[in-house]
């Protein structure tokens, strides 16, 4: 499985993660961390975009295709799994994986 495809998955269900944790509760209580996993989860969604559109542009179109879509299913499955309390440490910790493999990615 290919570095580019792993990072596309894992950045978007961060990005998810933080986009479905909009109840007080289901956020960090701490100021400085609700910031860095408001930041961490922008970030993963952002990074997600460029790399879907490194994908198109470098790679075979059937690639950027496939991790869309294998993206969205992903998203899919934790979206109806229902909200978890330890959403945002995943989805930070994920975010941080997925912005290390970006960099791999865009660095080769």
Known sequence: MQVYFIALILLSLAGVIEARCNTPGLRPSAPAADSAFRIFGRSAFAFWLVLLFYGFWNLHWTQPVAGLVASLAANAL???????????????????????????????
């Open 78 to 108: 934790l979206v109806q799994s229902g909200a978890r309390p330890y959403w945002p440490g995943l989805a930070m910790a994920l975010s941080l994986v997925g912005l290390f493999l970006t960099a791999v990615v865009l660095n080769r």
